[in-house]
Every structure is written in C-alpha cells, then in structure tokens.
C-alpha cells in the first residue's frame, strides 16, 4: 500500500506542479521551446546542406578547371577538412557571433549582403501582406452579407468560381501577365527594378491577387458561419443597425481561422517573394538566392535560408501568440 501510494505521489507530483502553474507559464514556456527545438532543426538543414551536395562544394563553386592548390586553400579557409562535429561547433560558435561565413564569389561576409537586401524583401512582403489583409476581409464580409441564407446563388458562384480560378494562377505566371500588359503594351509601369513608388505596383500586385482571393473565400465562409449562431439572431431582434452586427459582433467572431491562415501566407509571400523578386529584378534576397545558387555559392546559399527560415518561424510564433490573446480559453485548454 505505502509503495502504490508513493507511486502516486512520483507520477502526480509534475502534473501537480504543472497545474498550479499559471497557464499562461505553460503555454509560452511549451510555445518557445518548440520553436527553438524548430530553430534548431533549421540551422543543422543549413550546416548539412553544404555537406549534402554530391562532390566537392568548393570545386563545384570554384570550377573543374581550378587549380588544385585554390581548391585546397579554400577547403581550409572554410573549415572542410575539419571533422564534421568539429565544424558544427564551429558553425554554432560563428552564428552566436553573427558570422554567416564570406561568399564565395565577391569575397564579403554573407551577413552584409543580406543586410543590404533584406529591407527591400521585406517592404514588398509587408506590402503585399496589407493589400492581401485590406483586399480580403472587406471582400469576403461584403460577399458573406450579400449571399447569406442562398441569396443571389449567381454571384455567390461567380465569386467562389473566380476566386479559385485566379489564387490556382501561380505568381511568376500572374508576374509575366502583368509585366506583358501595364509595363509592355499600356507603358505605365515600371518594367523592372526598384526606382520609386510605382515600381512597387506590379511586384506587390502579382504577390497579393491570388492569396487576397484565397483569404476572402474564407472570411466568407467564417462569416457565413457566424450569422448562422444565436447571438447573431439575438442582435437582430434587438433590432441593432445591421454595421453593427456585422462588424462589432459577426467580424471579430470570423478572424480566428482568418489569422492562423494570414500568418501562413504572410510566410508564404516572404518565401514566394523569391520568383516574384527574380522576374521584376528587385534587389531583395530572391535575385541574390537565384544567382548564388547557380553560381554555387554556398555560404550565401546557407545564409539566406537561415534567414528564411527565421522569418517563417518568427510569423508562425507571432500567429500562435495572436490566437492567445484572441482565444484564452483554448489556451488554458491547451495547458492545463
């Protein structure tokens, strides 16, 4: 009897423990945890990813006609011909000081580089992200409005029709499409490059269309969703203004499933900004990703997925402490 009963108090002593934490405790204690295990698991993808490449990574870089003694001098200048958990403490010990290593190809630190290109990455990601958000919710509440209980069954498949066909269209072909209309054919947009406001238009536009469409398709559907419960009836025989039940009480109820999938396309929009970047020639990390790829220049390869990386972490921290403060009962639910 006295062994069950110390048993009992082993295995329910944690769980007491756990319990009398403040939830809050748990669920930030649990969320960063996962994400630096996540972040972890991110910068060994990017050490490995060196090592993964078949062949020599430096005479794949520096070409077959190289002299050997280049090769060599580079293979040591990179730590290569270390042992690999010798130059994986070395990787960790360079990137607690900030160094992601010297590209291979203009000789500067990885991180200067990035640091020069990254603001623009992220203006027209940011930008992108706010046409998506400010196009959307306004898009789907109205289309949730006018088609709820059946109403107007054309413009309901109209839109649901268009909304698909239009987010299915991928950016480098809607980046192709716009460039041939507003900047070959009509002449009033810039073609390429980052030269002032306007130059912002087509990039931004090709990276907002389809996800805009995709997110106003579910604000509908949220919405749609929420007129349909009690409170909404109670609101309207209360005889509220009809702005005020669908902003004050019907809008907020929807934007839960709408910001888990916001924060994905924002990570989204930050990675697909890569092709987007690419075909408009914007001096983002995209341009930068493409050519060092082609060229083999690995160090810069390794650096701006690391920063890719980060970012889309970062969102997808950002999203699930957003839903916390909207929704605390699921995240007490969640820790206790």
């Not at 809050?24 to 972040?39: A, E, M, P, T």
């Not at 002299?67 to 070395?90: A, C, F, I, K, M």
């Not at 490059?193 to 997110?215: C, D, E, H, N």
């Amino acid at each position: 009897m006295s062994h069950h009963a110390g048993s009992a108090v082993t295995v329910d002593g944690p769980q007491m423990a756990a319990r009398s934490l403040n939830p809050w405790v748990v669920f930030l204690v649990r969320r960063l945890g996962r994400f630096v295990v996540s972040l972890w698991l991110l910068v060994t993808f990017a050490f490995l990813l060196l090592h993964l490449i078949p062949g020599d990574p430096v005479r794949n870089a520096l070409g077959l006609t190289a002299p050997q003694d280049l090769v060599e001098r580079q293979r040591e200048t990179l730590g290569l011909n270390d042992p690999l958990h010798v130059q994986y403490g070395s990787y960790l010990a360079d990137l607690a000081r900030g160094d992601l290593g010297v590209s291979m190809l203009n000789r500067l630190p990885v991180i200067d580089t990035i640091g020069t290109r990254l603001p623009n990455t992220l203006a027209l990601a940011l930008l992108a992200f706010v046409a998506v958000t400010l196009i959307a919710i306004p898009l789907g509440l109205v289309m949730a409005i006018l088609t709820r209980d059946g109403r107007r069954r054309p413009l309901e498949l109209g839109f649901t029709s268009g909304s698909m066909v239009v987010s299915a269209i991928p950016e480098f072909l809607l980046s192709v499409l716009l460039v041939y209309v507003f900047a070959v054919n009509l002449g009033v947009l810039p073609i390429a490059g980052r030269s002032g406001p306007s130059s912002y238009v087509l990039p931004v536009a090709a990276m907002t269309l389809g996800s805009a469409m995709a997110l106003a398709r579910l604000v509908r559907v949220e919405v749609l969703g929420v007129l349909g419960q009690d409170f909404i009836r109670t609101a309207r025989a209360k005889r509220l203004r009809a702005s005020r039940i669908y902003l004050r009480h019907a809008l907020p109820n929807a934007l839960t499933a709408t910001l888990t999938v916001s924060g994905l396309l924002l990570a989204g929009l930050v990675v697909g900004s890569v092709l987007v970047e690419t075909i408009f020639a914007w001096p983002g990390l995209g341009p930068t990703m493409v050519s060092s790829i082609l060229a083999k220049d690995y160090p810069m390869v390794q650096g701006i997925v690391l920063v890719y990386g980060t970012m889309v972490l970062l969102i997808n921290l950002g999203v699930d402490l957003a839903l916390a403060l909207l929704d605390p009962r699921s995240t007490i639910r969640e820790a206790a």
